[in-house]
């Protein structure tokens, strides 16, 4: 049975940015009626590829054709009215109006001039039955989770081509990230909803980080690696080794020599000591110390109080009980500073509204830590600033390695890592990492996690909070396991420490 023809093709793409050739010649083709999955790590080019296919860049130079014929999107706009619609991972919806209004947002149905709202919300909610969503199209769009609102986006983007709702006028779904917030129901509601749609016809372009969901709904997919195509594979005839591989160009064992490594580490003594600290609504008391040296690793489900645990000892919320020592002397918390001035630091799982700061530069971003400790009225001299900047950007390979690139157009990964650098540069004694690899790609996360030992190596104490258990497993030297914002166990890691036995610990809410 011959294959049949690509709905979209791009061949030799190449898109330049000062200093950064951020695709080099890439080819790229989708099918109707797939699920095709763009693999790659952060900066290997998939954000610049499906911003030139949306018209959000212009490109230099090569072709895209879509249904045989040649296109030049020069706009989001131009790429809807082709037929192209994307879905972001920040919904980008309006909260304040109804379901209705947001799905037909910008072309409300009217007659004489005047916006006729039964009809809209007649249409919107056939749409949304013909989809199989339990939706009430009349309530206020915040009124419903991030998931059912992500769900809203995709009926607005795929309902934009027939007047009369029954059918869709989109020939490519471009999906970014759509899973990264969503728990185990919402990702299978969203991938039952993409089988739909992808059974109608639609070809959907899927990007995620995570490889067991590429494994479990994806058809095909195309990998890139440092803005080249390394090549296009059905999903059935690669494994996920083969996969990382082809991303990161190199294997994975090291991240197993990681986890060997950290199993025989020696730590040294006791750094913090935090004693029957706690906050009401927050976590309850507890009782923890961190050695020099050492990763203690949090492992819980989503709101066992891991994160309350981490701002508590940062100073981000105020304790009701306890006392924390440091170095054998009580320290107050009572404030961000007072943790900075202690030796304290910590990454925000939320690097984009509790950390970095998009707009300002690379540099800029990094130095702001350290310029906060020192006190505004003493400003760190030139010379000084630029040394640091660069010795850190070369340490963490931020890339582009250019100290004035505003951080807010960095991947996710390079993020991060300006995140990193900007506590490093502090010389903390204590580093509190809250979910550091979230978003980011596998070689991204091995980078981080190679340096979390190195750091440990050095002396250096971490806390280390991470949805996963194999990583939690993989970097740390002992594990505190929450459930119910409560601290119920803490395990020196060993052989016989596993996912399955930290699992029947949050199950049973006691040491096993």
Request: net charge negative; glycine share 10%; hydrophobic share 40%.
């Amino acid at each position: 049975m011959a294959e049949p023809k690509p709905v979209l093709e791009m061949t030799g793409i190449v898109k330049e940015f000062p200093g950064v050739r951020a695709l080099s010649g890439v080819d790229f083709r989708l099918f109707p009626g797939e699920i095709h999955a763009l693999m790659g790590e952060n900066g290997a080019g998939k954000s610049t590829l499906i911003k030139v296919l949306t018209g959000v860049y212009s490109l230099d130079s090569g072709t895209v054709t879509l249904d045989g014929k040649s296109v030049r999107i020069g706009s989001p706009l131009q790429a809807q009215q082709a037929g192209i619609s994307t879905v972001y991972q920040e919904v980008n919806l309006c909260p304040n109006l109804s379901v209705a209004e947001n799905i037909f947002i910008g072309r409300e149905p009217t007659r004489f001039g005047r916006i006729q709202w039964k009809r809209m919300r007649q249409e919107a909610a056939e749409l949304v039955d013909r989809l199989g969503l339990d939706i009430d199209v009349t309530a206020p769009l915040s009124s419903y989770p991030l998931a059912v609102q992500q769900l809203v986006a995709i009926v607005r983007s795929v309902g934009t081509g027939d007047s009369d709702g029954s059918g869709t006028g989109t020939k490519v779904l471009v999906l970014d990230e759509p899973t990264s917030s969503l728990d185990r129901d919402e990702v299978l509601e969203l991938f039952r909803l993409m089988r739909q749609l992808r059974d109608e016809g639609v070809a959907i372009l899927f990007v995620s980080h995570f490889l067991d969901q590429i494994y479990e709904i994806c058809d095909r997919m195309t990998v890139l690696r440092n803005g080249a195509l390394v090549g296009e594979h059905l999903v059935s005839e690669l494994d996920q080794v083969g996969l990382i591989q082809l991303m990161i160009g190199k294997a994975m064992d090291q991240l197993e020599e990681l986890h060997e490594h950290q199993l025989h580490a020696d730590v040294g003594e006791t750094l913090l000591k935090a004693d029957g600290l706690g906050r009401v609504g927050g976590v309850a008391p507890f009782d923890l110390e961190i050695k020099k040296g050492e990763v203690l690793g949090l492992a819980g489900l989503l709101g066992s109080g891991r994160t309350e645990l981490a701002r508590l000892l940062f100073g981000a919320d105020q304790p009701d009980s306890g006392k924390v020592t440091i170095g054998g002397k009580q320290v107050s918390m009572s404030a961000p500073n007072d943790a900075i001035s202690a030796g304290v630091a910590f990454c925000s799982e939320n690097r984009k509204t509790e950390g970095l700061v998009p707009e300002l530069t690379v540099r800029e971003n990094i130095i702001l830590a350290l310029q906060a400790a020192r006190g505004w009225t003493r400003p760190i001299p030139a010379a000084q600033r630029d040394e640091l900047v660069a010795k850190y950007i070369k340490a963490l390979d931020i890339r582009p390695a250019n100290p004035e690139a505003r951080v807010g157009r960095l991947s996710g990964g390079n993020q991060q890592k300006v995140l990193l650098a900007r506590w490093l540069i502090t010389q903390p004694k204590l580093l509190i990492l809250d979910e550091p690899t979230r978003g980011i790609d596998v070689g991204a996360k091995a980078e981080i996690q190679k340096l979390v030992v190195s750091l440990s190596e050095e002396g250096m104490a971490v806390l280390y909070i991470a949805a996963e258990l194999e990583e939690v497993l993989r970097l740390s030297h002992t594990i505190g396991v929450l459930r119910d914002r409560k601290l119920v166990a803490q395990l020196a890691n060993g052989p016989e420490i596993t996912p399955t036995r930290i699992l029947e610990t949050i199950a049973s809410g006691e040491h096993q």
